[in-house]
């Protein structure tokens, strides 16, 4: 018997990779996407409302709606990567504006409302900072009688990318971060560990973007633009997957090795400020024996990944239409 599609909402700031993610969502027969909510990140919201909806339309998506979601963090101002992702946030490919609009509701209405109605549990996929994640939680906690899983591309066990502790969705607004681990529901961490070795060969970056199809010739543009090391000829280069492997992840959790572990977000000022703090230790410390020991969320971690399963996967998906 065919398994029936997993319901997903992404939940993103597109950007390169964010973009990359939606491209594969719409295309894997395996995903049902019923909703993708905009945050400010990677650029600013109204920015990655067009962005979502430009990919949505190059990809053939259906009628999947779209909502603008939270314009800065809980707490701080917000703080763009458009050095990594271009002006628009998109690689400044020039793409045309989209023909499509985004829905009359904000995002944590269109959250809320399409998770109580999904017919089966829904898993949530923030691939952005977790603003709106944080606000829904807190403003329609019933929401999580219907969330199968949370995966949130975010974190770092070992080494951060804003910071050297912290990587930039949960250092862009901890206080979120924190909240999303209290959601009491299954909570899948895809870090900068695995995040940062999903690697497309440059041969199928190339072979993307020859392609007349227009989802899989933005999909080669856009690996193109976030190569994931030097290229000595500057023509050919490798092409980092990103968030799109949190969705992978989704449709093929097999591919990914995780172990149940104690995180907890660091929210005090200071070098540390945004870091995900994942205890790998095998027994307790000095902390709990004296009773100063903390108790936080339990997540499963992702500490490696089979790259060339993801890689297939991927490109297999994208170039299927």
Not at 90 to 111: I, K, N, S
Not at 298 to 306: F, H, S, Y
Request: with cysteine.
């Amino acid at each position: 018997m065919t398994a029936q599609p997993i319901p997903v909402i992404i939940d993103c700031d597109t950007g390169v990779d964010d973009a990359l993610a939606l491209l594969f969502a719409v295309r894997h027969p395996g995903i049902d996407l019923r909703a993708v909510t905009c945050v400010a990140g990677n650029t600013d919201v109204d920015g990655v409302v067009r962005n979502t909806l430009t990919v949505l339309e190059r990809a053939g998506a259906g009628d999947v709606p779209v909502a603008r979601g939270a314009e800065r963090p809980l707490i701080e101002a917000a703080r763009s990567a458009r050095h990594v992702h271009g002006t628009d946030g998109m690689g400044d490919l020039g793409l045309p504006a989209p023909a499509r609009r985004p829905a009359d509701v904000d995002a944590v209405t269109l959250l809320r409302r399409e998770i109580l109605a999904s017919p089966r549990p829904v898993t949530l996929v923030p691939t952005a900072p977790l603003t709106n994640i944080a606000l829904l939680l807190r403003t329609h906690p019933e929401v999580t009688r219907n969330i199968e899983r949370i995966v949130f591309m975010g974190g770092a066990v070992a080494t951060g990318n804003a910071t050297p502790v912290a990587e930039f969705n949960v250092w862009h607004d901890p206080e979120a971060a924190a909240i999303l681990l209290t959601a009491g529901v299954p909570i899948t961490m895809y870090g900068l560990d695995v995040f940062q070795r999903v690697v497309v060969p440059g041969a199928d970056v190339r072979r993307l973007r020859a392609s007349t199809e227009p989802g899989a010739r933005l999909a080669g543009d856009l690996l193109a633009h976030r190569p994931a090391a030097p290229d000595p000829d500057g023509d050919d280069p490798d092409g980092g997957l990103g968030d799109a492997g949190a969705v992978c992840a989704v449709a093929d959790p097999a591919g990914l090795t995780t172990r149940h572990l104690p995180v907890e977000v660091s929210l005090a000022p200071g070098p540390t400020r945004g870091q995900t703090v994942v205890d790998r230790r095998p027994r307790p410390g000095e902390a709990e024996i004296h009773g100063v020991g903390r108790e936080p969320a339990l997540v499963d971690v992702a500490l490696d990944v089979d790259v060339a399963r993801y890689v297939k996967l991927y490109l297999e998906t994208v170039a299927a239409a």
